[in-house]
């Protein structure tokens, strides 16, 4: 079992800024990527930024030159710097895991809100 711990959203005017932290607890040992999904109302979940398997970051069209994932691997905290906020950007935004074995388990936080309004 992995817990997830999100922590970070909130509500900021267009062009602002959040920072998202994710705290892992748990079989952290036995992940092999994390990340970071939103769901907006009426939408689909989507993957904004996630790291690869190789460790690479990888980041959806819609957030890339604003968006930052990072890690520290002390902490075991993945985070998400959201620059430049949009409207479109209003979302709750959830932690992922998945671990290295199989059957491959996904894990997920509880989510938390990030609204873009003015």
């Known amino acids: 079992q992995v817990q997830l711990v999100e922590s970070g959203g909130g509500l900021v005017p267009p062009g602002g800024s959040l920072r998202l932290s994710c705290v892992a607890s748990g079989r952290i040992f036995s992940i092999s990527t994390m990340g970071w999904y939103r769901q907006a109302p009426g939408k689909e979940r989507e993957q904004v930024a996630a790291f690869t398997s190789g460790g690479a970051p990888n980041y959806a069209d819609s957030v890339k030159g604003r968006f930052t994932i990072s890690r520290d691997n002390v902490k075991n905290t993945v985070n998400l710097q959201m620059n430049s906020l949009k409207p479109e950007d209003t979302a709750v935004y959830y932690c992922?895991?998945?671990?290295?074995?199989?059957?491959?388990?996904?894990?997920w936080g509880q989510g938390t809100q990030v609204t873009v309004s003015s």
């Open positions: 992922n895991a998945v671990l290295k074995y199989y059957p491959y388990s996904a894990y």
